[in-house]
Structures are given as structure tokens and as C-alpha cells.
């Protein structure tokens, strides 16, 4: 470890913490619906999405109406990206003519971008024409993106509201999170790539001279915006099979900092935007302090264990830190910073292959994942998971000081506690659940490159991703099978709406509760105490799914490498 790597990863927090005010002050005009700077160009199109599409902004929807329309508007676009990617062969903009893709492919791809995962079973530049990549894919990562952030402000209104029978208006929230931050910023941020010297063009390839004579084709295509919502909506589909170690995608240091910071950009906005619609900012502090901190022990420990390298090599003489699977461009430090990022925001992104990481390195995106990708967590889907665990946080508390729990002022009972309960206790059953049965069945082990340990993690590090909708991997397996196309197909659903509709429930009952002031018997839910609450209840929850599955993947394969080192 050096100075100037630590220098980075504190020049990057110190860079998103100055960020969540004004970020946060721009969601809540979203969130009220109040007019923005851009409402002068925009809000004639606003306008006129609704009286095309017969749409009443003002119409309030209880939780119910909220989650069906959800629930619909993703199921139609699932189908449609599965059409196309399965009619991509007489299908325009097709400059290298690849085929159709393959049903159980194209189910697999067509659930990841609506549910907002971005598992990638294939390579981009060799699978799916512009118009898919465009189209298909895309349209997701804006979708998916305002989706997320729409359920949030949802549970923002179940807790700031007193016996109201609405959450607000679902496709009123869609259009505005995308007309009025999404697609100005990705504009922005495009322009910027494209400086930087991302591809953005509609030829499919380019064929080249290289430094030694010889002739290379370069893939190409409208790289640089699909790039921009990939990381500001915390999608993380690589428009090439390397993903963001390939030099296209992320060409310098300078882009790989912009890169990881608009990961978090929004999420930890988001915070700021609870604590202002609940009447508190210091809740939404509250909440970014207990994210910090899982993060930054997250960087410690990944950072730490790359710079230390391979106790192995070191017995054979061959000194240094971990350099495998990493683009000598980054280095340790952003390669463990970006690979703590990418999986405690549900991005799935990457700039090194994390299958190449140490065996405890590699741990640390697998327990972002398995904490229920809360720490940050993607867009939306961060913090409402993280209210799922303050809601039981604030049980916990309740009980020891006896009486009904409070939080924000609404008191939590038995319905809410099951609810949370029910959306937690989902992420650790069908992570378990799936990579159990894929460690038993021969289409299961016929996945993993590695053997033992490593290649148990490999399988379970999919499920994980898939549950978690984040989307990286341990690259390793062999993915493109029907078996898991199949089965991490049904993962991901599972993973991301049987985790919102009870959400959504919790956030109606909320709503038609009226509001209780804090008494002298109130739990305090923005200091330390309560910081230290919140991080020790998503831990030991989280221990559900981590602490059996740890033992025998990543603790297993460092044991054993220790044991190759000592023999």
C-alpha cells in the first residue's frame, strides 16, 4: 500500500461527500415535483408525453396500482428486448451480420437489463449488433435506472406522509427522473467520454496497422453513451467483453475516477433526499455515515490484500503485489477501489477481472453483494434497501427499551417488521438455494475453470450477482449454458422484485400512518448509537448468506493457499 493510493481513495470520498448536498437538493425538487432550471426547454416535452400517453401527473396511486404498473411497463420491455435480440439477424444496423441470439440467451440478457443486473454471459463486440447494443440494452439502463429511483422516492412518501392513501404517481416519477436527470446528465457525461476518446460511432469495426505492421480489426460502435447511463445508473453492461479495463470504455485514470465517482453520485444523493422528505437531514447523514463505514473497511481490506500479492509467489521468490487480471494503467489502489465501488453500488462494472484477485480481495465484493447491496447500492434500490434494515434496526431497538418502535416519526409495527423480514430473507435463500444446487448437478459443475474452493466461488459468486442484480462476476465460469442462463435468469427476477412489491406494501401502510413525535422513550435514530446499529444488524444479517458461504469458497481457497506456501 502507498500514499498516493490511499491519496486516491480519499480524494474520491472527500469528492462524492462534497457531492450529496447538491445532487440530493436536485432529487427532492424530483421527488416534489417542483420546476428545475431545465423545466424552460423540457417541460414542454413532460407535457406532452402525458397528453399523448393520457397520463394525469397529479393522479395519486396507492401501493397496489403503483407495483402493477411497475410491475407491467418492466414485463412489456423485457419482451421487447427479448424479440429483438432474438430477431437481431434481419434486424437494421448490423454492420458484422450476427445472428439471432439463442432463446435461453436471450431470456437470460432480456431479465438482466430490465432488472437492472447486467449479467453478461457473452462478448459485446462479438454478439450483438449496434441496434441491439442501442435498443435493447440501453433503453434498460435508462429504465431500470428511474425505476429504482422512482421506488425510492415511493417509501420517501410511505415515511413522510400522515393518512394518505397514495405513494405517488409511478409513470410521473419515470419521466421525470429520466427527462429531468438522466438524460441531461448522460448527455453531459457523453461528451465528455467522447473528449476523452471513447468510440462513439455507428461502423461496426475498424481495421488498423499496428506498432509491429500487422493488421488488426478494432471493434467499434456507439460506445461512449451507452457508457455514460451504464455508470450513472449504476447498470454496469460492458459494451465490450472486458468491460471497463478495456481501453475503449475507459481509457485513463482521469475517466476511471469520473467513472467510479458517477457510481455513487446518485445513490448517496439519495441520503440527503430522505433526510429533507422526512423533515431531518441529519437521518440521511445518519444513513451515509453507516454506508461510509462498511465501504471504507470494504477498500481497506481488498487494497490491503492485493498490494500484499500471493503468499504463494512470494514462497517462490517472486515478489510484489497482486498484478493478475489488473490493467497496469490503474494499478492496485483504483483496481481495489473500483472493485469495492462497482459491488457495493449494484453496478457490476469492472476494471480488473475480480476472479483474479486474492482469495480475502475477492471476498469483499462478495460480501458487498450479500449484505443486500446496500452499502450505497444502485440507484434507488440502495436506499430502500437500507430502510428495509433500519426498519428492523428499529425494532431491535424497541425491544430493548420496550416499547413500540419509531422511525421519521411513524411507528413500525408487526406488518412492516414481517414485510422486511420477507424481502430480506429472500437474497440469502435463493443465493444458497441456487449455488447448492449448481455444486450437486453436473450441468451445474460443468461451469467453473477452477477446482475446489475457487471453483465453488466462481458458482457462487454468480448467484450472488444475479440475486444482488449487480452483475459482475468471477469470470472464470462458464456461463452461457441453458443451465444458468436459465437459473440466474429466475435469480434475477426473484432478486429484484420480490425485494420491491413487499418494499412497496411497506411503503403504503407507512403512508396511512399518522405521524408520532419522538418521546423520552424514543430510540435516537441519527447518532452514533444508532450508525452503530445499523451496521451491526445489516452485518449479522447479511452473516446469513456470507459467514456458510465464505467458509467454504474464498476462506477456504486462502487457507489453502497459505497451505501451498507452508508445504
Known amino acids: 500500500m502507498t500514499i498516493q493510493g490511499w491519496g486516491l481513495i480519499l480524494a474520491f470520498v472527500a469528492v462524492l461527500l462534497a457531492l450529496v448536498k447538491p445532487v440530493g437538493l436536485w432529487l427532492f425538487a424530483l421527488y416534489e415535483g417542483r420546476r428545475t432550471p431545465l423545466h424552460a426547454v423540457l417541460g414542454p416535452v413532460e407535457r406532452g408525453f402525458y397528453r399523448l400517453s393520457g397520463i394525469d401527473p397529479a393522479e395519486e396511486q396507492g401501493w397496489r396500482r403503483y407495483a402493477v404498473h411497475m410491475l407491467l411497463f418492466n414485463i412489456a420491455l423485457m419482451l421487447f428486448t427479448y424479440a429483438i435480440l432474438r430477431l437481431q439477424a434481419v434486424l437494421p444496423l448490423n454492420p458484422l451480420h450476427y445472428a439471432g441470439v439463442g432463446a435461453d440467451g436471450a431470456f437470460n440478457t432480456a431479465i438482466s437489463f430490465t432488472t437492472n443486473t447486467n449479467w453478461q454471459w457473452y462478448a459485446g463486440e462479438s454478439t450483438l449488433s449496434n441496434l441491439s447494443q442501442m435498443l435493447a440494452l440501453t433503453i434498460h439502463n435508462f429504465t431500470s435506472a428511474a425505476t429504482g429511483i422512482a421506488l425510492a422516492f415511493a417509501l420517501f412518501r410511505g415515511f413522510a406522509r400522515r393518512q394518505a392513501s397514495g405513494i405517488g404517481n409511478f409513470w410521473a416519477d419515470m419521466t421525470r427522473i429520466t427527462l429531468y436527470l438522466l438524460l441531461p446528465a448522460c448527455i453531459v457525461y457523453t461528451i465528455f467520454l467522447i473528449a476523452s476518446g471513447v468510440p462513439q460511432t455507428l461502423?461496426?469495426?475498424?481495421?488498423?496497422?499496428?506498432?509491429?505492421?500487422?493488421?488488426?480489426?478494432?471493434?467499434?460502435?456507439?460506445?461512449?453513451?451507452?457508457?455514460?447511463?451504464?455508470?450513472?445508473?449504476?447498470?454496469?453492461?460492458?459494451?465490450?467483453?472486458?468491460?471497463?479495463?478495456?481501453?475503449?470504455?475507459?481509457?485513463?485514470?482521469?475517466?476511471?475516477?469520473?467513472?467510479?465517482?458517477?457510481?455513487?453520485?446518485?445513490?448517496?444523493g439519495l441520503t440527503w433526499t430522505f433526510g429533507k422528505a422526512v423533515?431531518?437531514?441529519?437521518?440521511?447523514?445518519?444513513?451515509?455515515?453507516?454506508?461510509?463505514?462498511?465501504?471504507?473497511?470494504?477498500?481497506?481490506?481488498?487494497?490491503?490484500?492485493?498490494?500484499?500479492?500471493?503468499?504463494?509467489?512470494h514462497h517462490l521468490g517472486v515478489a510484489g503485489s497482486n498484478m493478475e487480471g489488473k490493467e497496469v494503467r490503474f494499478g492496485i489502489a483504483a483496481s481495489a477501489l473500483f472493485s469495492v465501488v462497482t459491488t457495493a453500488a449494484s453496478c457490476g462494472a469492472v476494471n480488473a477481472m475480480h476472479d483474479s484477485f486474492t482469495a480475502l480481495g475477492g471476498m469483499i465484493p462478495l460480501i458487498n453483494m450479500q449484505l443486500g447491496e446496500v452499502v450505497v447500492g444502485g440507484v434507488g434500490a440502495g436506499i430502500y434497501g437500507f430502510l428495509l434494515f433500519a426498519i428492523l434496526a428499529v425494532f431491535v431497538a424497541g425491544l430493548m427499551v420496550g416499547r413500540t418502535p419509531e422511525y421519521v416519526g411513524k411507528k413500525i409495527e408487526a406488518r412492516e417488521v414481517k414485510l422486511a423480514v420477507l424481502a430480506i430473507a429472500v437474497l440469502p435463500l435463493v443465493i444458497l438455494g441456487g449455488t447448492a444446487l449448481s455444486a450437486v448437478v453436473q450441468a451445474g459443475l460443468a461451469g467453473p475453470l477452477n477446482k475446489g474452493p475457487h471453483g465453488f466461488s466462481e458458482i457462487l459468486y454468480a448467484f450472488t450477482s444475479a440475486v444482488g442484480n449487480n452483475g459482475s462476476a468471477f469470470a472464470g465460469l462458464t456461463a452461457g449454458t441453458p443451465w444458468y442462463n436459465g437459473l440466474l435468469g429466475v435469480a434475477m427476477w426473484i432478486g429484484r422484485f420480490f425485494v420491491i412489491v413487499p418494499m412497496l406494501a411497506i411503503a403504503g401502510s407507512l403512508a396511512a400512518k399518522r405521524h408520532t413525535p419522538a418521546g423520552a422513550g424514543s430510540f435516537p435514530t441519527t447518532g452514533g448509537l444508532w450508525v452503530g446499529l445499523l451496521?451491526?444488524?445489516?452485518?449479522?444479517?447479511?452473516?446469513?448468506?456470507?459467514?456458510?458461504?465464505?467458509?467454504?469458497?474464498?476462506?477456504?481457497?486462502?487457507?489453502a493457499m497459505i497451505g501451498g506456501q507452508l508445504s
Open 203 to 268: 461502423a461496426g469495426s475498424v481495421d488498423v496497422t499496428t506498432l509491429e505492421g500487422l493488421r488488426q480489426t478494432l471493434a467499434l460502435g456507439p460506445v461512449a453513451s451507452q457508457e455514460a447511463i451504464k455508470m450513472l445508473g449504476t447498470n454496469g453492461g460492458g459494451f465490450f467483453n472486458a468491460n471497463s479495463a478495456h481501453p475503449f470504455e475507459n481509457p485513463g485514470a482521469l475517466v476511471n475516477f469520473v467513472q467510479m465517482a458517477s457510481i455513487f453520485v446518485i445513490g448517496m
Open 279 to 313: 423533515g431531518d437531514t441529519r437521518q440521511g447523514w445518519a444513513i451515509l455515515a453507516a454506508m461510509m463505514l462498511l465501504f471504507l473497511a470494504g477498500v481497506g481490506v481488498t487494497y490491503w490484500q492485493e498490494a500484499a500479492g500471493n503468499p504463494v509467489l
Open 535 to 559: 451496521v451491526g444488524i445489516i452485518l449479522v444479517l447479511g452473516g446469513l448468506t456470507f459467514l456458510p458461504s465464505l467458509a467454504l469458497g474464498p476462506i477456504a481457497d486462502h487457507l
